[in-house]
Nanobody, 121 residues
Framework: QVQLVESGGGLVQPGGSLKLSCAASGSIFSIDAMGWYRQAPGKGRELVAIITNGDSNNYADSVKGRFTISGDNAKNTVYLQMNSLKPEDTAVYYC???????????????WGPGTQVTVSS
């Protein structure tokens, strides 16, 4: 059984910072990619940032220069450092992981339950 456990969400004032963490646990052979998506009220889910097994990063244009994604392979954990937060960053943030359970096996997509980030004065 695979679990993605997220932490670090909360309420922050505009211009403030938060750091999200997501740890994957279970009988995982390897992680192909981990990332963060978000969904604001009345909107669809969108990619925020993703990091691949080869340490390649990709960011949404709206967060470039403000957010930084990083990973700890030994802990199967991904982090999202969010700086200079804006009210439009308010959303539920979801961790995503693409996992393999055996060498050269198929890839499986998993989601965390989500953590609320609210940017408001």
């Amino acid at each position: 059984q695979v679990q993605l456990v997220e932490s670090g969400g909360g309420l922050v004032q505009p211009g403030g910072s938060l750091k999200l963490s997501c740890a994957a646990s279970g009988s995982i052979f390897s992680i192909d990619a981990m990332g963060w998506y978000r969904q604001a009220p009345g909107k669809g889910r969108e990619l925020v940032a993703i990091i691949t097994n080869g340490d390649s990063n990709n960011y949404a244009d709206s967060v470039k220069g403000r957010f930084t994604i990083s990973g700890d392979n030994a802990k199967n954990t991904v982090y999202l450092q969010m700086n200079s937060l804006k009210p439009e960053d308010t959303a539920v943030y979801y961790c995503n992981a693409v996992l393999l359970f055996r060498a050269s096996g198929p890839k499986y997509n998993y989601w965390g339950p989500g953590t609320q980030v609210t940017v408001s004065s």
